[in-house]
């Protein structure tokens, strides 16, 4: 069964950096678009960025010119750099494949499977 494990998310003071990993084991998804949504606490999940299939990278404008997203197929595995990193950014931060493989979706319902979630937590 297709998983996806988040990791590298904490503490950090405003201004820093955090780079977030989404490992996937059970299957590739080397031909899917990777996204990365986050939630804060009593707020809807929002999307933040997402790479597909060729590397092409879209994100949202709140975090545009301080995230970047890649990824490295042989490892099945993608990468959420985050630099200059605000309060606001403050959230459960969650990776997820787009359902089907060549699509390009910026919604959380079409992705599955989700990783289980890391916070990230931007202290002022």
């Known amino acids: 069964q297709a998983q996806l494990v988040e990791s590298g998310g904490g503490l950090v003071q405003a201004g820093g950096s955090l780079r977030l990993s989404c490992a996937a084991s059970?299957?590739?998804?080397?031909?899917?678009?990777m996204g990365w949504f986050r939630q804060a606490a009593g707020k809807e999940r929002e999307f933040v960025a997402y790479?597909?299939?060729?590397?092409?990278?879209y994100y949202a404008d709140s975090v545009k010119g301080r995230f970047t997203i890649s990824r490295d197929n042989a490892k099945n595995t993608n990468y959420l750099q985050m630099n200059s990193l605000k309060p606001e950014d403050t959230a459960v931060y969650y990776c997820a494949t787009d359902r089907k493989p060549g699509r390009i979706r910026v919604t959380a319902d079409a992705y599955d499977p989700w990783g289980q979630g890391t916070q990230v937590t931007v202290s002022s």
């Open positions: 059970g299957r590739t998804f080397r031909g899917n678009t």
């Open positions: 790479i597909d299939w060729n590397s092409n990278t």
